[in-house]
């Protein structure tokens, strides 16, 4: 298993990395990983709850869809300061950008509603802003928070 940790911390702002392979059975170290991160900057546990759920549905969805021979990796960075949190996913799979998902309707039945997107949905009411580029063959996911 590929997984690397790295953490910097400048001023007052911490910046922690963590490299995941293409496998969903993984996702509990991410758990650990953002848990970790929030602790270390003092941040409330209902914060460090939804930043970890967003994150996760995030990277479970490059997980399911980014690799269709799974084989790739998948990182994520996140940077905090006094003023916001910011993640990042990397991956160097199928390029898709999921803020060109549109909103679901949730005033719908379920079972009227579309399959999918559900998951992009609650990160962006979860997040303040999220911002996708392709770069350098890369899908690059920014995620993020306010926290003040």
Do not use: W
Request: glycine share 6%; hydrophobic share 35%; net charge negative.
């Amino acid at each position: 298993m590929s997984q690397e940790s790295t953490i910097k911390q400048h001023g007052e702002s911490l910046q922690r990395s963590i490299t995941l392979p293409n496998d969903i059975s993984t996702i509990s170290q991410l758990s650990e990983f953002v848990e970790t991160v929030c602790e270390e900057k003092g941040l409330d546990m209902a914060l460090t709850m939804n930043l970890n759920l967003a994150l996760e549905e995030a990277v479970v969805n490059v997980m399911s869809y980014a690799y269709p021979d799974s084989q790739g990796d998948v990182k994520v960075d996140i940077m905090i300061d006094d003023q916001k949190v910011v993640s990042t996913l990397t991956d160097s799979g199928i390029p898709f950008d999921p803020t060109q998902k549109g909103d679901v309707d949730t005033t719908l039945p379920a079972e009227e509603r579309p399959i999918g997107g559900l998951g992009i949905h609650l990160v962006k009411q979860i997040m303040d802003k999220v911002s996708y580029q392709y770069v350098g063959n890369q899908n690059i996911l920014t995620l993020e928070k306010n926290i003040k």
